[in-house]
């Protein structure tokens, strides 16, 4: 290899030097400083361990650091980035979530048996729930997302579903419903109409179902206070004080989100809910913007004259 093509790849090379060297250092520290407990937990695996590896691996192009049997999928820097993101906030907001708060104010208006099955399919295309099980309930729902959240987590990265959470929640929502008037719990045709709204819209713009919730949930927490908090914050509380439906905002939201997405279209709408983090990638490609290699080849410059 000439010293000129040498010099060429060495910013590609100081790169993956740095990187390997950082992150090895950083899981070493991790290893001794952090208790086994948040080491061997499921949060720490899918979003620290998994990354660290990554760049160990395949940037830092590290051998022997990790068992072999067990290698990362081939597609994970892409489940990292674009795909990923996604199906991250998806857990993440699954609380304010149109596939959870539909699937439980089903359950309390009486209309479970109809909308939970739908409701399944959807999260199963997802791979949240295991494709040969029936669901009809609310609660067999919990139950196929408590046995395969684990495993789904590992699978795409990301957290776990806070499934005990979901259960508390549902107690709440329950709790409080039945201390409520029929005129003050939404209707099976709202209901109905505004889950075949998204099954719709999600057809039109060639997105899953989960996805498209995964946006209008992120949409509802920024808009409504305490929005994934949705029972406490939106739901029962306007229905004891002022008469409203229980959980009106919320699902008045969804709609509103909904039409904005058909107006704009989905990669539009997603830019904007994630634009500090869109803006921060593209600026990365401003001439202006400094680089390593910029101050390598400015260093090679002066040197030679």
């Known amino acids: ?108 208006c009486g209309l479970g048996r109809h909308l939970i099955p739908e409701i399944a399919a959807a999260l199963k295309e997802q791979r949240l ?33 806070d499934v005990p959470a979901l259960r508390e929640e549902l107690r709440a929502i329950r709790e409080e419903a039945r201390s409520l008037t029929p005129e003050k719990l939404p209707t099976g045709e709202s209901l109905i109409g505004l889950w075949s709204e998204l099954k719709a819209e999600a057809a039109r713009q060639e997105k899953s179902i989960f996805e498209t919730s995964s946006m209008l949930a992120i949409s509802a927490v920024r808009a409504l206070p305490h929005g994934a908090r949705w029972l406490g914050a939106s739901a029962v509380a306007g229905a004891t004080r002022t008469g409203q439906v229980l959980a009106a905002a919320l699902l008045e939201q969804y709609r509103a989100t909904l039409r904005e997405v058909q107006e704009v279209g989905y990669t539009a709408y997603a830019t904007r809910q994630l634009r500090p983090y869109v803006r921060a990638a593209v600026s990365q490609f401003a001439p202006e913007k400094p680089t390593l290699t910029a101050r390598l080849l400015d260093r090679r410059t002066r040197k030679s004259t």
Request: net charge negative; proline share 4%; hydrophobic share 45%.
């Open 1 to 108: 290899m000439t010293l000129k093509r040498y010099l060429a790849t060495l910013p590609e090379r100081l790169v993956r030097s740095v990187v390997g060297l950082g992150a090895g250092v950083a899981r070493e520290v991790g290893d001794v400083a952090l208790p086994k407990s948040v080491r061997q937990s499921r949060l720490y695996q899918n979003l620290v361990d998994t990354t660290l590896r990554f760049l160990i691996e395949q940037v830092g192009e590290v051998k022997g650091a990790y068992d072999t049997s067990e290698k990362l999928a081939d597609d994970f820097l892409a489940r990292r980035t674009v795909g990923n993101a996604v199906e991250a906030l998806g857990i993440v907001a699954f609380r304010a979530s149109p596939v959870w708060v539909l699937a439980a104010l089903a359950d309390v």
């Open 129 to 161: 729930l295991d494709a040969d099980t029936d669901f009809s309930s609310v609660d067999q729902l919990l139950d196929g997302l408590e046995r395969t959240s684990g495993r789904v987590a590992q699978t795409i990265n990301t957290p776990p579903l």
